[in-house]
């Protein structure tokens, strides 16, 4: 006999239902199955459960690690395996259901540049009480608004539009033009931008610098 022509290929097997345990595995659930004596067939269920365990010992100390392994070990016998298993049989039709559909926060804010985070922090000091704490908040609250405009927009703006976004997001809850307030000044927010940039900017050049030296010297 050729044994070439009594070659198997994973094209022509049944699939498998759970993969990562190899097709052997799949082979001892069939087995497990097709038993007809319970005794017996509880106890290679069990012996089954053995190997799938020693499979995995760094989860033996998972919590529910040995529910999970008898589940998949109904799933793999397609839940035709009846057996005395110490965990409620899982159902098919529960295991099937598709899962309930996610709620995705729908935010379109008018002024995107702010981010939606701007409308929480701003949601939480309306409801703090009148007082330092919340005139502080609502002064860093303004000055955050501040510097994201300037990274996303120009290079200046006046702090009277600044507060008259937030008077509109806070409708009409905070107003620091009537208080009199003075922001921090653009060219310190953009200081800071020009900053950060030459120094991300300087360790490319140094490692550049460093590569042309290097071919020099060989």
């Known amino acids: 006999m050729n044994p070439v022509?009594?070659?198997?290929?994973?094209?022509?097997?049944?699939?498998?239902?759970?993969?990562?345990?190899?097709r052997h595995f799949q082979k001892m659930v069939d087995y497990a199955v097709s038993i007809t004596d319970d005794e017996e067939r509880n106890k290679v269920a069990k012996a089954i459960i053995s190997v799938m365990g020693n499979l995995q010992p760094h989860l033996r100390d998972?919590?529910?690690?040995q529910h999970k392994l008898w589940d998949q070990l109904f799933i793999m016998s397609d839940f035709k395996l009846k057996v005395e298993s110490p965990y409620p049989t899982p159902i098919r039709e529960v295991l099937e259901q598709s899962p309930e559909p996610l709620e995705y926060p729908q935010n379109h804010p008018k002024y995107r540049f702010y981010?939606?985070?701007?409308?929480r922090m701003i949601d939480v000091a309306i409801s703090w009480e009148e007082?330092?704490?919340?005139?502080?908040?609502?002064?860093?609250?303004?000055?955050?608004?501040k510097k994201c405009y300037l990274n996303w927009n120009k290079d200046t703006v006046d702090d009277k539009v600044i507060?008259?976004?937030?008077?509109?997001?806070?409708?009409?809850?905070?107003?620091?033009?009537k208080k009199g307030e003075n922001l921090t000044e653009?060219?310190?927010?953009?200081?800071?931008k020009i900053v950060k940039s030459n120094r991300g900017g300087t360790?490319?050049?140094?490692q550049r610098n460093m590569g042309r030296n290097k071919k020099r010297h060989k």
């Not at 360790?203 to 140094?206: D, E, I, P």
Request: aromatic content about 10%; glycine content about 8%; proline content about 4%.
């Open 203 to 206: 360790g490319k050049k140094t």
């Open 163 to 177: 507060f008259n976004h937030l008077f509109e997001l806070s409708e009409g809850k905070i107003d620091l033009a």
């Open 131 to 145: 007082g330092d704490l919340r005139s502080g908040l609502e002064y860093a609250i303004a000055n955050h608004m």
């Open 115 to 119: 981010g939606n985070n701007i409308k």
């Open 62 to 65: 998972v919590p529910d690690f």
């Open 5 to 22: 022509e009594n070659l198997e290929y994973n094209s022509e097997r049944p699939k498998l239902i759970i993969p990562e345990y190899g």
């Open 186 to 192: 653009s060219d310190q927010f953009l200081k800071a």
